[in-house]
């Protein structure tokens, strides 16, 4: 066992990139070789009604350019593996996209899923769950496919293939389904490595439109000549945790059973790695989904509208500041109106609401300050009155989001927890960090930001034998804590949880 490099392709909602990975059995180093920004498009569709996509061409340009940057910074290229968001997929015919990936926002399943909009026959929300562990997102791929069915459009494919998947297919002329991400279309039986037939019969899919499983840490194959080229030689592809929440998983440095972690970017996610699921209905009313893990793991966790809120909202008031504007504009590179804004949300004093961050009126993009002081007014709550105070109560209202998830979590698992791992680009966020730490009563330990793509770069490195293939994910884990010692935040001794 010598070491080497691994490239991790690592695509957020809000950004992509390209990271290097030097790894080796006491070694873990990265180094950035590409970012780029990953902005929805909103197009004109039927009836007048937009359809928000994915710039999935734009995101393949950027990521052979990245590609082909971390083949020039490196001789000993070992391997290559992408994750993504969740859940979105192309539909194609003998190899071409019959339509552009819609994005999980797009509102043509908004207030859908089993029991309104989007119909699955005669299986409830409780069937769902209970068959699948997969909490009810009106966004799971199960109901985004009964829309394409409905729309004729699924007629026309004869292959779906979630989005890592998708750029897999590109790079190696491989089709394959890896198993983190196909949890969360919310079609594979709980706890096993299969589909449900019966759900996949409900929602008009046939068997055979996805590939075949393949689970982290296989090969998926090598790359097709024209890319093998421009990196400069033919390099395997290996399948990791291509649902970015699993790979942050991996890179969480949890410590025990006592230990929760918190992926903070667009979205936070917030709960436990078990071994089994649990598809009570309690947990099931509590909002916890079941996804697959690395190594047959379970994430039990909560989606929480995360830092979106945030991101949108700035949005927002960029468009105000320029007297109009596009409003599918995304930006990546914001953080020195983010910092300053959340140096003034720091100053605040004046008491802010604390809002219901998991309101439905919050998932589309828009105007997110006035539907957050539409929410509270409709609530009986003052409105943030300013940009500051607007940042204070997003902060707020999703550290107290965190502290009823925490709770929920111990309660449902029967775990006592102490401490939360807080990983990803929000991990930097100190104010919001403190508040995480008063409302939970825990230990914040906060890093590595890069979690995701750590874990990524760690299961190829695994599969390559750069650190030894027998390595459990505890050891990884170790790796991660030595190469990036985590930040700690105590709660204030008021907070401090019994
Ligand atoms: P995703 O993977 O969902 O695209 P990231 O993990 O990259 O998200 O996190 C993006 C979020 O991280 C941004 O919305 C922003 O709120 C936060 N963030 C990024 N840089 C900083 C920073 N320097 N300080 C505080 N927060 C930051
Ligand atoms: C985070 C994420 C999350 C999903 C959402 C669609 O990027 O993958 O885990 O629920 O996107």
């Known amino acids: 066992v010598t070491g080497g490099s691994v490239a991790a392709v690592d695509l957020g909602a809000t950004s992509g990139r390209v990271i290097l990975g030097q790894v080796g059995p006491s070694t873990l180093r990265l180094q950035h070789v590409a970012r780029f920004p990953n902005r929805p498009v909103a197009v004109p569709e039927a009836g007048g009604v937009e359809g928000l996509h994915w710039d999935i061409l734009g995101l393949w340009q950027a990521i052979g350019d990245g590609l082909a940057a971390a083949g020039r ?131 008009g899919v046939r068997a055979g439109l996805f590939a075949p499983f393949v689970p982290p840490g296989e090969a998926v194959g090598g790359l097709l000549r024209p890319l093998a080229s421009r990196v400069g030689r033919d390099v395997p592809v290996t399948a990791v945790g291509s649902h970015d929440t699993a790979s942050a998983v991996v890179g969480a440095p949890l410590l025990d059973d006592e230990s929760a972690y918190l992926s903070s970017g667009t979205w936070s996610l917030l709960g436990l790695e078990l071994d089994r699921p649990i598809v009570s209905e309690e947990a099931r009313l509590a909002g916890f989904t079941n996804e697959g893990g690395v190594d047959s793991r379970v994430r039990f966790l909560k989606n929480i509208s995360g830092l979106w809120l945030l991101s ?45 961050a998991a309101d439905d009126s919050f998932t589309a993009p828009g105007d997110m300050p006035a539907r957050i002081a539409a929410w509270c007014t409709s609530h009986g709550l003052r409105a943030p009155e300013s940009r500051p105070e607007f940042v204070r109560s997003i902060l707020e209202s999703l550290a107290a989001a965190y502290a009823a998830a925490l709770d929920e979590a111990s309660r449902l698992s029967g775990r006592r927890i102490r401490t939360l791992h807080v990983v990803g680009g929000g991990s930097q966020n100190d104010l919001l960090c403190r508040l995480t730490a008063d409302r939970t009563g825990c230990t914040v330990l906060v890093g590595p930001v890069e979690a995701t793509a750590i874990g990524n770069v760690l299961v190829q490195a695994r599969a390559a034998g750069l650190v ?11 790796l991660v804590r030595s190469a990036y010692p985590p930040r700690r935040y105590e709660p204030s001794p008021a907070a401090a949880r019994a």
Request: hydrophobic share 45%; aromatic share 6%; no cysteine.
């Open 73 to 203: 910074a490196t001789g000993d290229l070992a391997s290559i593996g992408v994750d993504s968001w969740a859940v979105d997929y192309g539909l194609l015919r003998q190899g071409r996209l019959v339509g552009l990936p819609y994005h999980y926002r797009d509102e043509r399943t908004a207030g859908g899923g089993a029991g309104a909009g989007v119909s699955l026959s005669s299986l409830t929300e409780t069937d769902l769950y209970a068959r699948t562990g997969i909490a009810n997102l009106p966004f799971n791929t199960v109901f985004q496919l009964a829309a394409d069915r409905a729309a004729g459009t699924l007629d026309l494919a004869d292959r779906a293939l979630l989005v890592p998947d998708l750029i897999g297919r590109w790079l190696t002329g491989v089709d394959a389904t890896e198993l983190t991400n196909a949890s969360t279309t919310g079609m594979l039986a709980a706890g096993e490595e299969a589909w449900d037939a019966e759900i996949l019969a409900a929602a």
């Open 312 to 356: 949108e909202s700035i949005r927002a008031w960029d468009a105000q500041d320029a007297g109009g504007g596009d409003a599918t504009r995304t930006d990546a590179t914001r953080s020195s109106d983010l910092a300053s804004l959340l140096a003034a949300a720091a100053d605040v004093t004046a008491e802010v609401p604390v809002f219901d």
């Open 468 to 478: 030894p293939r027998s390595s459990s994910l505890e050891s990884l884990r170790a």
